[in-house]
């Protein structure tokens, strides 16, 4: 059983606002990332973090932003939303390994920006 | 990176075996083979991976080739639950020995599944 957890699962908010998803892990694990997903389409890695402190941009460019300050938190920030970031956002966390770690993920947080 | 081919859609019907291929022909040595599987309005969920040697576990089975070029899942019995799109990927490692752990989600396979 999967111990991570995104909120809100729905948001619907106006062009220009800030917004924050949460993601939170309770297993313990350093490696934690964001995928953004339309539907139907691709996941694309946006933002990953190998441990507290650590963040790195992904294979798509996104305008949001990261931290790891909490080995357990992976807050992502949209500093002023758009309809283009209409999009769903996954989080998931997986431990070090040599190749065969696992990645869990949460069940995602459907934004709209109006 | 080393890519995986999946073929975009297959069907099965329930209580039948379906076969997953995957084809990932750049392959190295040491890039482990990952499948997970993403049922409707949720995220991904692990389903088994594999190095060399077919695999087992409650879910799924395995069934790696042998110079590692292509691999197949296999659902011994799918169900109605089962119908899901299914992701191949490889996980590379660094030179080191660690892995990055950042897997690259393809189209993946959409398999539908008939009562």
């Known amino acids: 059983e999967a111990d991570i957890y995104q909120t809100p699962r729905y948001l619907v908010i106006g062009t220009g606002k800030k917004i924050t998803l949460e993601c939170s892990q309770t297993m313990g694990h350093d490696k934690m990332y964001w995928y953004q997903q339309d539907p139907g389409m691709e996941l694309h890695l946006i933002h990953y973090s190998y441990g507290v402190n650590s963040t790195e941009k992904g294979d798509l460019s996104s305008e949001s932003t990261v931290s790891r300050i909490r080995t357990e938190h992976f807050p992502l920030t949209l500093e002023s939303a758009r309809p283009s970031h209409t999009s769903q956002y996954l989080c998931?966390?997986?431990?070090?390994?040599?190749?065969?770690?696992?990645?869990?993920f949460g069940s995602g947080t459907q934004l709209s920006v109006l | 990176d080393a890519k995986t081919t999946q073929p975009n859609s297959m069907e099965s019907n329930e209580e039948e075996p379906v076969h997953l291929p995957c084809n990932h022909s750049t392959i190295s040595g040491t890039d482990y083979i990952h499948w997970y599987r993403q049922l409707p309005s949720q995220g991904p969920e692990y389903v088994i991976h594999g190095l060399t040697s077919n695999v087992n576990n409650r879910m799924a089975s395995l069934a790696i080739a042998e110079d590692r070029k292509s691999s197949t899942l296999i659902l011994h019995r799918a169900t109605l639950r089962d119908a899901a799109v299914y992701y191949c990927i490889l996980n590379p490692l660094f030179a080191g020995g660690t892995s990055y752990g950042k897997l690259t989600f393809g189209q993946g396979t959409i398999l539908t599944v008939h009562p």
């Open positions: 998931a966390s997986s431990e070090y390994g040599r190749g065969n770690e696992k990645l869990f």
